[in-house]
């Protein structure tokens, strides 16, 4: 039993330790997502291709924030009201809709897992603001646009541009953007390059919201 218990104490202590040491690395270092990870020791392989933000097309950070975390140059890592709406609208299996910020979906991506459970959110929240302190806002939004899965064992717009549309990131148009951003929350279910109906109104609505959507942070000096 005491080795049990000195065993789950040196888990509970790692697991910080490595987000705070990985965190950090990321700075500088492309990172590497859980699901990639998954697919890499499972031997399904994953296709991305990692792109500075400078080398995306800058509508498709743009429609991400319009339509993912329209306040995400304005907080840092966790939009408070946001959230606690959701959690009052909860259910006992979880939080049924959004309210994940682009940090803290980079930090789900990166250091959790999939799913909704108050466990995974609660766990968000503190490793959204420790990366959205230290990250500029420039480098927290290529993360996120580089680890985003788009489609089974597709990770990254560049590599979600190639498969979709056959064309870099670089040169995507305001509507190839917008309909990627619209496949986010069912990537392996929804198809850019074949669009519904439903998909078609959601993207022209991110079109639509973009104009009233802050971007300036990814404009900023090297704090963001």
């Known amino acids: 039993m005491r080795r049990l218990v000195g065993f789950i104490l040196v888990l509970l202590l790692a697991y910080p330790a490595a987000v705070v040491v990985l965190g950090a690395a990321y700075l500088a270092v492309p990172p590497v997502s859980t699901l990639m990870l998954g697919r890499w020791l499972t031997l399904r392989g994953a296709e991305q291709v990692y792109k500075p933000l400078a080398e995306i097309a800058p509508v498709l950070p743009a429609a991400a924030m319009a339509s993912e975390d329209a306040r995400f140059c304005l907080h840092r ?23 994940s ?91 850019p390059a074949r669009p519904s109906r439903l998909m078609n109104a959601k993207a022209g609505r991110i079109l639509a919201r973009i104009p009233q959507t802050p971007t300036q942070c990814l404009r900023a000096g090297p704090r963001g």
């Open 101 to 191: 910020t682009i940090p803290m979906q980079v930090a789900k991506n990166l250091f959790l897992w999939p799913g909704r459970s108050y466990l995974r959110k609660a766990m968000e929240i503190p490793i959204a603001l420790y990366l959205g302190a230290i990250w500029p806002k420039r480098r927290m939004m290529e993360v996120y646009l580089n680890i985003a899965e788009w489609g089974e064992g597709i990770f990254g717009a560049e590599a979600a541009a190639r498969r979709h549309f056959r064309k870099s990131a670089a040169d995507l148009t305001r509507r190839e953007a917008a309909l990627l951003v619209a496949a986010l929350p069912n990537p392996r279910q929804r198809d």
């Open 77 to 99: 890592g966790v939009d408070w009201k946001a959230l606690s709406d959701v959690m009052e609208d909860a259910d006992e299996g979880g939080p049924s809709r959004g309210a």
